[in-house]
């Protein structure tokens, strides 16, 4: 098996992480709803994960840390918190489903600032055009279909000088990429707990700046006789029992990030996007969304005028090579890209990848074209 299916979900993960799992199973009850050792031992878990992902992230406050089930639950979160029917939303051309769709549901006013692919300075000339006709600002800090890497930093601070509320979508930088809380100064920052990070599926975090509104409402193991919720994080956001088995495995994906630092994890998955793009080059007809690979993640998305890229996915899989193909739930990024008619075969890449990978991902993609 070749897997490099990363930015949907990281298949492969640390050791420590299949153990935490287990060992949550068997050990730990639920956190707040009890003073027993299993009720205990899982809310030191709980909240070492809350602490260990502050300081990766650089968050004052553990409690600003919020569980959710993936990083679409922490926007639905950020964007019912900021937003009302024809509330005026500025988002990039390259935003996932998890906010597009959200704030339709919302009943939003949309505008979109819109650059071609890995164009910089298109973007943050956008954002400047389109920030004094909106209220708040939605940003994705990379695409889930190219790894274009937005010039998140730059944009926040377009925001601030406008007074413009940031929610940023973190799912495929977390993890990869340096994640500074306080030097973005968003309202939210949203990611999921099973990529970048390496916990299990079912898992993510919201970080919260301050006011916020709940999603749910229910039992928080605290202030129990008070019929709202709480006013306080992270209690006010984190109604029901918590995900313990998948906040232990998430606790220890993290470890695995700080350990082995961002810095270097990013550095292993572009040497092998760069890896790839050198071997896929110069194959007659395939289309490589890559510049140099500057300003891209560990993301390589193309396409072919001899197969359409279903029927290439799927003579990948027959290998053993499992990647993503489509629209990849993110139609604002093809609009920009001109890659709407087609979508695209999106290649991934997470540090368990080798470069004997690469190498045979991209001999069989030249015999096959």
Known sequence: MIYLDNAATTMVKPLAVYRAVLNAMQTMASPGRGAHEPAMRAAKTVFDC??????????PEPEQIVFTMNATHGLNIAINSLVHPGTRVLVSGYEHNSVTRPLQEM?????VASAALFDSRGMLGAFERELPKVEF??????????????????????CHK?????VVDASQSAGALEVDFKRLGAEFIAM?????????????????????KPLLSGGSGTDSIVQRMPEYLPDRLEAGTHNVCGIAGLLEGIRFVRQKDVKEIF????????????????????????????????????????????DLAAALSDR??????????????????????????????SPFNTGEEIDSCCQFIKDLL
């Open 320 to 349: 053993g090579i499992y990647v993503r193909t489509g629209l990849h739930c993110s139609p604002y990024a093809h609009r920009s890209a001109g890659t709407l008619d087609s979508g695209t075969v999106r290649f991934s890449f």
């Open 107 to 111: 009943g939003a006013e949309i505008h």
């Open 50 to 59: 809350r602490r260990e992902a502050a300081e990766l992230f650089n968050v």
């Open 192 to 212: 999921p707990g099973h990529k970048g990070l390496f916990g299990p599926q079912g898992t993510g975090i919201l970080i919260c700046s301050g006011d916020c």
């Open 162 to 166: 406008r007074s413009v509320p940031l």
């Open 137 to 158: 600002a939605v940003c994705t800090h990379v695409s889930n279909v190219f790894g274009f890497i937005l010039p998140i930093y730059e944009i926040a601070e377009l």
């Open 267 to 310: 550095a292993h998955e572009t040497a092998l996007l760069r890896q790839m793009a050198r071997q896929l080059e110069d194959v007659h007809g395939l289309e490589l969304f890559t510049q140099n690979c500057r300003d891209q993640s560990g993301v390589l998305s193309l396409r072919s005028d001899k197969m359409n890229c279903e």
